[in-house]
């Protein structure tokens, strides 16, 4: 029975690692190991019990490998040799040359990072997202560093209780187990950087983590240096707490990371708030350059929003941050007030209406009006993020919004299975590993015989089923149950059937309980002895989330079914542990959200990677990714209404009975249907290049960082002069355009135009004072829609040819490339960016009339 002495004198015992296994320590603090297996494979030979026992953790276990265990490995050559190896794979990634990236530097800010299980501070794709941005980072050498919150409690782990609702616990994580170290100053000091609240200052100590060649930043204010109790906490649990909690620990995010990359001498070139928690950040670094550069407040939006990218991943209002006034003001209004910045002024960076002083902050807003870079996380989420956010630029068409996209991605290396890395070996060039963008080099699966291919997944899933057995006699055991439930529970599944997987948040959106809509057409597809199907379902709701809960235990109570028991099992307590093990062992995998609610999901990406086929809605990623899958879509490319759960359910049962099931039953010679074959190659080789995070990475580098970072080049290269004399012009701009007015317009060709031929478009306008250059006139050009509204549109600009009197003509000659019915419309907004993905929220627009 554990007991309390004070004062406790703290210190650690580790074992002396032998000279020839110095480097031990070193591989284990940096997370490198978790997707390179030589040096994992490493840890597991030390002590394959210790190992499971110790959560895969390998600071951990050098924390409880006894002495002898040790000394027993130093001197057994063939333990030696895979050290050598180990060491070998781990000075490959890190010593290899970084190309000159112009003193680049991005910051990445997140809420959440989904590193390893072992680093508990994720909940779930968001932040396994940017654990694999992280690691791919590393893998291209792109100058990057993390930072997050380094939460004491992490989030929730799951258990059901006898009746299958879900119960939250919280573990208590130990920062010295796990593969962080303080952050330390030249003089070998731990630093700590400080944020104001109203109950006084918090101090934030800095801990830091490699992932490979990235360096990682966490925040924690569990310090005792912090005598009040709700100061500790900030930092304890991720997503707990109210309101209250939320502003207090985004303050530390933004405001405190902001001051931890500072305090390391660290000088980000571009700053990448993942999600709007960190948008904080932007305001601080208003702040600095007010102090620092002498500059206005609008002069330092202006220098600052240049290198600042906005990722947002949500596709609904509900799901944004938004924080009342009052709230605001209680903890940032003497912040305000000390950096002189007017209070409105902030909160309208922040409000949908910026003189609309009842509107709540969104941190989403915030982080839009001080980023020149936005982007939604797949193709047709940069569509519904355009039109969700368009009311921000009001006279703009929906398709012109400036944001862009960038389609998530995962890490190859961290989600591959270790049975199909080997084949791969055996089949592809060698060099397959660092070639993940190359065709050539993933068209070399269609060589893989199908009785290899179909051992090595046949493998997966007998080591799945194995899997779900374990954890599903624990939870029973934990829960006392009684014999017969133990038996059931070590008997589930059946190795020949075909499994279906479905793993993801609780949020109802997310439809998990579409599949049960008709229970007993589902059972005679389940329960057909001939050719049986089974499905393993697993996923936590948000602990306030009811109904979410509701449909965990509703699916739980309908896995007990006497007829379904073996054929249906939900796994507790999903983590990326679980998401593993189903992504690499299921036969197909399930996904059901409302269309344009899935920002983009990953976890098809995954199981497509491992030869799983994909049964999902035409959503997120998979919008992109179907034709060329080898899967199957459930409904069409069309906005999502409830009529469409019953249809969507029927489409569900309907293709499983018709195509699937006896495609994947028709074995052939090999015992895999050629067909399925087939469609796995298909969805491997197009799939794998497209959807690894490397390749997402390189998108967000050529698309979003390498122009914020020459952005900041230039304005600091002229000590920010330009920012100077951008805000003096945008404050005349606006002054003058209600002014602006079009004069007269060109007339419309009298009749039909030949294809082929040029047709004048010509506007005069009224500038007020303003210069020609002032203002960019612009032809939008279009096929007219049955609504009378253009659609198929392309931007052209009008050059100004003369000016009179302060009236300005803007002409040109436009060659239509489509025919039929076509017209244009002709508008002016103030020429203030070069990039109309940067148009500010505050751009002005008038159309003609």
């Keep these: 029975m554990p007991f309390t002495i004070q004062p406790i004198r703290e210190f650690v015992v580790r074992p002396a690692l032998p000279p020839q296994?110095?480097?031990?320590?070193?591989?284990?603090?940096?997370?490198?190991?978790?997707w390179e297996p030589a040096i994992r494979t490493l840890f597991r030979r030390l002590d394959s019990a210790l190992w499971k026992e110790c959560g895969n953790n390998p600071v951990v276990m050098l924390g409880r490998v006894s002495q002898s265990t040790l000394d027993k490995a130093a001197l057994d050559p063939r333990y030696l040799a895979q050290y050598y190896l180990a060491c070998q794979r781990f000075d490959s990634h890190m010593k290899r040359e970084r190309t000159d990236s112009g003193h680049q530097l991005i910051a990445y800010f997140s809420a959440e990072y989904g590193l390893t299980e072992c680093v508990p501070v994720y909940s779930g794709g968001l932040g396994v997202l940017s654990g694999d941005h992280m690691k791919s980072a590393s893998d291209l050498d792109l100058p990057l560093v993390g930072v997050g919150l380094l939460y004491q409690l992490g989030y929730f782990r799951q258990y059901l209780n006898a009746d299958g609702w879900q119960q939250e616990r919280y573990l208590e994580n130990d920062f010295f187990a796990l593969p962080v170290h303080p952050a330390l100053n030249a003089q070998n000091e731990a630093i700590s950087v400080s944020v104001q609240l109203p109950s006084g200052p918090v101090k934030i100590r800095v801990w830091t983590m490699d992932v490979g060649r990235v360096r990682m930043l966490f925040l924690d204010t569990n310090s005792p240096e912090n005598s009040r109790a709700e100061d500790r906490a900030i930092t304890s649990q991720l997503y707990g707490g109210d309101s209250d909690m939320r502003i207090r620990q985004e303050?530390?995010?933004?405001?405190?990371?902001?001051?931890?990359?500072?305090?390391?001498?660290?000088?980000?070139?571009?700053?990448?708030?993942?999600?709007?928690?960190?948008?904080?950040?932007?305001?601080?670094?208003?702040?600095?350059?007010?102090?620092?550069?002498?500059?206005?407040?609008?002069?330092?939006?202006?220098?600052?929003?240049?290198?600042?990218?906005?990722?947002?991943?949500?596709?609904?209002?509900?799901?944004?941050?938004?924080?009342?006034?009052?709230?605001?003001?209680?903890?940032?209004?003497?912040?305000?007030r000390d950096a002189k910045i007017a209070f409105e002024k902030?909160?309208?960076?922040?409000?949908?209406?910026?003189?609309?002083?009842?509107?709540?902050?969104?941190?989403?807003?915030?982080?839009?009006?001080?980023?020149?870079?936005?982007?939604?996380?797949?193709?047709?989420?940069?569509?519904?993020?355009?039109?969700?956010?368009?009311?921000?630029?009001?006279?703009?068409?929906?398709?012109?919004?400036?944001?862009?996209?960038?389609?998530?991605?995962?890490?190859?290396?961290?989600?591959?299975?270790?049975?199909?890395?080997d084949l791969y070996d055996q089949y592809l060039e060698p060099d397959w590993r660092n070639r993940w963008n190359d065709p050539s080099v993933w068209a070399q699966i269609k060589d893989i015989p199908d009785e290899e291919?179909?051992?090595?997944?046949?493998?997966?899933?007998?080591?799945?089923?194995?899997?779900?057995?374990?954890?599903?006699?624990?939870?029973?055991?934990?829960?006392?149950?009684?014999?017969?439930?133990?038996?059931?529970?070590a008997e589930v599944l059946d190795p020949h059937a075909l499994t279906i997987g479905f793993a993801r948040r609780f949020a109802t959106y997310k439809r998990a309980t579409l599949l049960f809509r008709d229970v007993e057409r589902l059972k005679k597809i389940l329960c057909n002895p001939e050719r049986p199907v089974q499905i393993i379902i697993a996923g936590k709701a948000h602990p306030k989330d009811q109904p979410g809960k509701s449909f965990i235990r509703e699916i739980v109570q309908l896995s007990r079914d006497t007829d379904l028991w073996k054929r249906l099992v939900f796994v507790e307590d999903y983590d990326m542990k679980v998401a593993r093990e189903l992504v690499q062992g299921v036969d197909l995998w399930?996904?059901?959200?409302?269309?344009?609610?899935?920002?983009?999901?990953?976890?098809?990406?995954?199981?497509?990677?491992?030869?799983?086929?994909?049964?999902?809605?035409?959503?997120?990623?998979?919008?992109?990714?179907?034709?060329?899958?080898?899967?199957?879509?459930?409904?069409?490319?069309?906005?999502?209404?409830?009529?469409?759960?019953?249809?969507?359910?029927?489409?569900i049962y309907s293709v499983l009975e018709r195509e699937i099931v006896p495609m994947f039953f028709a074995q052939s010679q090999g015992g895999l249907s050629s067909e399925w074959a087939r469609r796995v190659r298909m969805s491997m080789v197009n799939?794998?290049?497209?959807?690894?995070?490397?390749?997402?990475?390189?998108?967000?580098?050529?698309?979003?960082?390498?122009?914020?970072?020459?952005?900041?080049?230039?304005?600091?290269?002229?000590?920010?002069?330009?920012a100077?004399?951008?805000?003096?012009?945008?404050?005349?701009?606006?002054?003058?355009?209600?002014?602006?007015?079009?004069?007269?317009?060109?007339?419309?060709?009298?009749?039909?135009?030949?294809?082929?031929?040029?047709?004048?478009?010509?506007?005069?306008?009224?500038?007020a004072g303003l210069k020609p250059d002032d203002v960019r006139v612009e032809c939008v050009l279009g096929r007219i829609g049955i609504n009378g509204s253009l659609e198929?549109?392309?931007?052209?600009?009008?050059?100004?040819?003369?000016?009179?009197?302060?009236?300005?003509?803007?002409?040109?000659?436009?060659?239509?490339?489509?025919t039929g019915r076509l017209g244009y419309a002709v508008r002016v907004s103030a020429n203030h960016f070069s990039d109309p993905l940067t148009r500010p929220v505050t751009s002005l627009l008038k159309w003609s009339v």
């Excluded at 110095?22 to 997370?31: F, G, K, M, T, V």
């Excluded at 198929?792 to 100004?800: G, H, R």
């Excluded at 040819?801 to 489509?818: G, L, Y």
């Design 792 to 818: 198929v549109t392309e931007v052209i600009q009008l050059p100004s040819t003369e000016t009179r009197n302060d009236v300005s003509v803007f002409e040109k000659e436009i060659v239509p490339a489509q």
């Design 590 to 651: 399930l996904n059901t959200p409302r269309r344009g609610e899935e920002a983009c999901g990953t976890s098809g990406m995954k199981a497509a990677m491992n030869g799983v086929l994909n049964l999902s809605v035409l959503d997120g990623w998979f919008d992109e990714a179907f034709e060329v899958s080898g899967g199957w879509a459930i409904g069409d490319r069309e906005e999502y209404s409830e009529d469409q759960d019953a249809i969507h359910a029927s489409n």
């Design 251 to 336: 303050i530390v995010l933004g405001i405190g990371g902001l001051r931890a990359l500072e305090a390391l001498g660290l000088q980000p070139t571009v700053f990448h708030m993942n999600e709007g928690h960190s948008a904080f950040l932007a305001i601080e670094r208003i702040r600095l350059f007010m102090e620092r550069q002498g500059l206005t407040f609008e002069e330092a939006l202006e220098a600052t929003r240049v290198n600042n990218v906005f990722t947002t991943h949500t596709p609904v209002p509900a799901g944004i941050d938004l924080f009342d006034q009052g709230l605001v003001f209680h903890y940032l209004g003497a912040y305000c």
């Design 21 to 34: 296994l110095s480097r031990l320590s070193e591989l284990a603090y940096n997370i490198l190991w978790s």
């Design 724 to 767: 100077r004399v951008r805000a003096k012009w945008n404050s005349r701009v606006r002054e003058i355009w209600p002014q602006v007015t079009f004069v007269e317009m060109g007339p419309a060709p009298a009749g039909p135009v030949v294809s082929g031929k040029p047709v004048m478009v010509r506007a005069s306008l009224w500038l």
């Design 687 to 722: 799939l794998t290049p497209s959807f690894d995070a490397r390749r997402m990475v390189h998108d967000y580098r050529v698309k979003l960082y390498d122009p914020a970072h020459r952005n900041w080049e230039e304005v600091r290269a002229k000590n920010f002069e330009d």
């Design 453 to 489: 291919m179909g051992e090595v997944h046949r493998r997966r899933k007998r080591r799945l089923i194995a899997f779900v057995r374990e954890r599903q006699t624990a939870a029973a055991a934990r829960r006392k149950a009684g014999p017969a439930e133990l038996r059931f529970a």
């Design 346 to 421: 902030f909160m309208g960076l922040g409000r949908r209406n910026s003189q609309d002083e009842g509107e709540s902050l969104s941190m989403a807003i915030l982080a839009l009006n001080t980023s020149a870079y936005r982007n939604g996380v797949s193709k047709l989420h940069g569509e519904v993020s355009q039109e969700m956010w368009n009311g921000l630029w009001p006279s703009l068409p929906v398709a012109e919004t400036p944001i862009t996209w960038v389609t998530n991605g995962v890490h190859l290396p961290s989600w591959l299975n270790g049975d199909l890395s």
